[in-house]
DNA sequence: CGGGCGGCCTGGAGGC
DNA sequence: TGCCTCCAGGCCGCCC
């Protein structure tokens, strides 16, 4: 389900709990896309929460042991916190209790997530965050940065962009309303960008991910963040989803890139 | 070697 | 109403 800006979302709107001390934790079942860490339970109750940080698209808990919680939501993850009065529903498949009365919720039905506990400090060589890209909402992420993972590539600039081992977080969405944004073509060679391309590109990406964070994130189906509201940048997208053209009205082409859905305006991105 | 594709899962939508 | 197929925000591993 979600992309950077998604988690973000999340992250933030979870911030409340930083600082509350977890008083049990319930497993509903072994394993997510990877087995949940059997010793879940034991290693986190009565630890503190310190902080909330995101990376790519994992959500980061850091606990007062030194250990962190390190989350994925896959597709169709969702975390959420609800009272003490919620009862737990299909696909809730963690439940962590809080100081406050509070519950912590991870709920994935197709079970593409992933949740692992590990010392705060072996996090960065993990195999996790090993590889992961530059952060692009970052100054890392910059012109001579695109250059130079564009220009050594044979790809389609649309599959650099979803490379998360080179920029953390782009998925199907923004990669799309990204290219759209620059008239950039999503099949054009990544080696055959211009240099005004890859500025204009940057630039785009920055934008469209930092809008979509301030409105919310996009709701396509199901996103909610922690208190179970619904994003707005769905309202906004240029091309994901259309059939004609926010800019001219031309019929949008739907072809398909990695087995993912590409949409491409044939006006507005010949190049 | 880098790049592309299948598979992992469930559920909702749409066709018949 | 039901059955079938296709599709979905991601990512790993295998194959070429």
Known sequence: ???????????RSLVPIIGQKITSVQKNRADLRYPIPPK????????????????????????SNSFSLIWHLGMS???????????VKKHDHIVIKLSNQSQLIFNDPRRFGMIDLLKTGELPASRWLANVGVEPLTDQFNAKYLTEVTHKRH???KSVLMNNNLIAGVGNIYANESLFYSHIHPQKQSCDLTETEITTLVEAIKQILSRSIELGGSSLKDFIDSLGKKGSNQEHFLIYGRKECSSCASEINKIKQLGRATYVCPTCQKS
């Open 1 to 11: 389900m979600p992309e950077l800006p998604e988690i973000e979302v999340i992250r």
């Open 40 to 63: 879940l339970e034991t290693q986190l109750r009565n630890k503190n929460i310190i902080d909330l940080r995101r990376r790519s698209r994992y959500l980061i808990m850091d606990l």
């Open 77 to 87: 993850g969702k975390l959420f916190t609800k009272d003490k009065s919620y009862s």
């Open 155 to 157: 790809a389609p600039i």
